[in-house]
């Protein structure tokens, strides 16, 4: 068994995890970033079959602009992410044909969304705005949030701005509670499109999500969205050259088994054949994995606060065309007249490859990426997987996102993401985002045990690419503070 010595051992290449590695490399810290898998991204990464590039998960991206995760990550890298701002962020297709525009720009979406539905809404999509871009302010200010001592506290007070206790009041109520505020619930057709926008962003319903979250997932369109040339799993690629670029290795099918803390600052981390010993370690997979590897992790202060009924985990199918659609937005909602097999979803979420990208496929053909949650995972069978298919493929034919045979396709479900991102039972994104958890009764990105910090989407803020990306920013911060003390 090889044994290494580095000041820093970051585990999980995921957006999180290369987004901290990346921030301390270039601080100059001597480091290794470890995964089981055979490329980096998780759950955003883009890997190569066939002549094209799919999506492992992740399609659509926000939070770019200067104030907002990937926009500071970008400015203290000196990346440039190459986006491209998107002109129409997401349709939404009904079962009756019709075909509601998620506009980029608030007072077109209000009168949209008001025609639509036949109702007034405009301050509630204001507020809702208000609200989200609040969330973005906030989170990327409080770098020691949520804070596990009186120590933390005094930290976040320089931070502290007024107009955050207006943000908090609303942490308090569902995002149901909110929208019944604004009149609204009574509205079914309204309800049905929220619950179905809700499933994509928040992987919650709104009795069950957080005003602030709510609130933040339905005005996602609203925030800049953008298209990677080549696949969202550019982030991930750009943010591990720079790793290497500072020499820093990153190993690739390393699965991390165990994790000890061997004297006072001084950890070991193991895989089936190697061993890391080092000063701090940043565990950037989901929380059930890093709670597997201690011996007691009752010292740690770390809660897996999920329990199975209430995750998701998803089903996903990716094909090439060899024709392009006449789509004018790139992401689509699909309600669907029934609920898919096995599924308890009504949606579905097709993501096309822009028609100019000749990165993703051959000019004149197009990859689309469809993804629906999988819901009652307790019940979960393997066989159900070709059902799926079937139903999603009649779908896709009758709202015409498949109007020729693939020339290749392929899909995956729950087993995949346990395979995939070593997620418990597969589930995918979301469970932070529960009503009966606050944001500050989250995961910290530090632990009680001194020198393991921790980073990804079970861990605040976490949620979607810039979720995980801050909480990476906040691991690098939280860990250089360490090793500087
Ligand atoms: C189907 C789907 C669609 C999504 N769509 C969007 C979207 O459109 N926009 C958006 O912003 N977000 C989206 N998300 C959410 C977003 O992709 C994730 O929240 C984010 O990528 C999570 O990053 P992470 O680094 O926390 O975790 P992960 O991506 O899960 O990375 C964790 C890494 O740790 C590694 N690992 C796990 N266990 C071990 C171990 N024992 N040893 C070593 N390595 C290990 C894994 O291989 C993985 O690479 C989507 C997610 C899914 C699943």
């Known amino acids: 068994m090889n044994n290494t010595r580095v000041q820093v051992v970051v585990i999980g290449a995921g957006i999180a995890g290369l987004s901290a590695a990346a921030l301390l490399s270039k601080r100059g810290y001597e480091l290794c970033l470890l995964d089981q898998n055979w490329m980096v991204g998780g759950c955003a990464g883009t890997y190569p079959r066939k002549h094209a590039r799919y999506e492992t998960g992740a399609t659509t991206l926000v939070g770019l602009e200067p104030n907002m995760p990937l926009g500071t990550l970008a400015r203290d890298l000196s990346l440039d992410w190459e986006a491209t701002p998107l002109e129409v962020p997401m349709q939404i297709q009904f079962p009756d044909g019709r075909v509601l525009t998620r506009h980029k720009d608030l007072i077109p979406w209000i009168q949209e969304a008001e025609q639509f539905f036949g109702i007034n809404q405009a301050d509630f999509w204001k507020e809702s705005l208000q609200m989200a871009l609040g969330v973005w302010d906030a989170s990327g200010r409080y770098l020691d949030f949520p804070p596990q001592n009186w120590r933390d506290f005094a930290r976040l007070l320089p931070q502290f701005k007024w107009k955050?206790?207006?943000?908090?009041?609303?942490?308090?109520?569902?995002?149901?509670?909110?929208?019944?505020?604004?009149?609204?619930?009574?509205?079914?057709?309204?309800?049905?499109?929220?619950?179905?926008?809700?499933?994509?962003?928040?992987?919650?319903s709104s009795q069950e999500t957080n005003a602030l979250f709510g609130a933040t997932a339905l005005a996602y369109p609203l925030v800049p969205n953008y298209y990677l040339k080549g696949g969202i799993g550019n982030v991930a690629e750009k943010l591990a050259q720079y790793i290497q670029a500072q020499s820093n290795p990153i190993e690739l099918r390393q699965k991390v088994v165990g994790l000890q803390q061997i004297s006072k600052g001084r950890w070991l981390v193991q895989s089936a054949s190697n061993s890391w010993e080092c000063d701090a370690v940043v565990s950037a997979v989901p929380v059930n994995q890093t709670l597997s590897w201690l011996e007691k992790p009752s010292l740690a202060g770390?809660?897996?606060?999920?329990?199975?009924?209430?995750?998701?985990?998803?089903?996903?199918?990716?094909?090439?065309?060899?024709?392009?659609?006449?789509?004018?937005?790139?992401?689509?909602?699909?309600?669907?007249?029934?609920?898919?097999?096995?599924?308890?979803?009504?949606?579905?979420?097709?993501?096309l490859s822009a028609p100019w990208d000749t990165q993703r496929c051959k000019p004149g053909h197009q990859v689309i990426s469809v993804s629906t949650h999988l819901g009652n995972l307790l019940n979960w069978k393997h066989e159900m997987k070709a059902q799926i298919e079937e139903a999603v493929i009649r779908h896709l034919k009758q709202f015409g996102f498949m109007p020729q045979t693939p020339v290749y396709l392929h899909s995956s479900g729950k087993g995949a993401w346990e395979k995939w991102t070593g997620r418990f039972a597969g589930a995918v994104g979301g469970y932070p985002q529960l009503q009966r958890i606050k944001p500050w009764q989250m995961n910290s990105g530090k632990t009680r045990l001194p020198g393991l910090f921790l980073a990804g989407d079970t861990v605040y803020p976490g949620q979607g690419i810039p979720g995980a990306a801050l909480s990476g920013q906040i691991a690098a911060h939280l860990t250089q503070k360490f090793l500087k003390t």
Not at 178 to 193: E, G, P, T, V, Y
Not at 329 to 341: K, M, R, S, T, W
Request: no cysteine; aromatic share 8%.
């Open 302 to 351: 770390i809660s897996d606060l999920r329990t199975e009924d209430q995750l998701w985990s998803a089903f996903q199918l990716s094909y090439e065309l060899p024709t392009q659609l006449p789509h004018k937005a790139l992401h689509h909602q699909i309600h669907l007249p029934e609920p898919l097999p096995g599924t308890q979803s009504k949606s579905l979420f097709v993501s």
């Open 164 to 204: 955050d206790i207006q943000l908090l009041s609303k942490a308090f109520r569902s995002t149901h509670q909110w929208i019944a505020s604004h009149r609204l619930h009574k509205h079914q057709d309204f309800m049905r499109f929220v619950e179905a926008q809700l499933l994509i962003t928040s992987q919650n």
